[in-house]
């Protein structure tokens, strides 16, 4: 158990709809990153979060949105999903963004 | 595309023998990590090497990084049926607040 947290554990929606994702970081850590995973593949970047900033951002549309609260949790934001949205969804915490990130174990989202 | 490759895709081995995977990389980078996923799950983080060394240790895990190769390996040694697993290694850039990672070693061990 690495203590990062995620919910809800399994997601499904349907395209064009929009979804939220949560994530609470390890105790002590203020960095929060997100990934997608699709089936076969290694996880994908999208971007992290520093002490409530966007903190660098991989290859993904505005349509992904992040937000990093004050006690350091966070959000996933994804706006009018598409088919290829479906995929598990990892964030990851460190303190500091060069440390050892430690994941939660995911969240699965299954786009109709 | 994937900073990092891993090699070889799949690899399957008896109970007992040592497992060596490999991952290549393009980029300059400040850190190297080795992961570990079951069945689709969360992450584990196994071993971070930095830029600067050359071999790293962790119980049977052994980590060695080649920056004028661009490449890393890491050695699982006397390998158990509990390995089994995903392996992806992931570069931490050195201008960007992100890993990057490879598309994994499917590592099977036969008991």
């Known amino acids: 158990e690495t203590g990062v947290t995620q919910s809800p554990t399994h997601l499904i929606k349907t395209r064009g709809q929009q979804v939220t994702l949560r994530c609470s970081s390890q105790?002590?850590?203020?960095?929060v990153s997100w990934y997608q995973q699709a089936l076969g593949q290694g996880p994908q970047f999208i971007f992290q979060?520093?002490?409530?900033?966007?903190?660098g951002r991989g290859n993904f549309p505005p349509r992904f949105s992040g937000l990093q609260f004050p006690n350091y949790s966070s959000e996933l934001n994804v706006n009018a999903l598409e088919l290829d949205d479906s995929a598990l969804y990892l964030c990851?915490?460190?303190?500091?963004?060069?440390?050892?990130?430690?994941f939660g174990p995911g969240t699965r989202l299954l786009v109709l | 595309s994937q900073q990092g490759e891993e090699d070889p895709q799949a690899l399957s081995i008896q109970e007992g023998e040592n497992a060596t995977m490999n991952c290549s990389y393009k980029t300059s980078i400040n850190n190297l990590q080795w992961y570990r996923q079951n069945s689709g799950r969360g992450l584990v983080h196994l071993i971070l090497i930095r830029s600067n060394e050359r071999e790293k240790h962790s119980g049977r895990l052994r980590v060695t990084l080649d920056t004028s190769k661009k490449s890393s390996s890491l050695l699982i040694t006397a390998s158990r049926a509990a390995d089994t697993a995903s392996y992806f290694c992931a570069t931490d850039d050195l201008n960007a607040g992100k890993s990057t990672f490879g598309d994994g070693t499917t590592l099977t061990v036969k008991p």
């Open positions: 105790s002590g850590h203020n960095t």
């Open positions: 979060y520093y002490r409530e900033e966007e903190n």
């Open positions: 990851a915490s460190s303190q500091g963004e060069e440390e050892t990130q430690y």
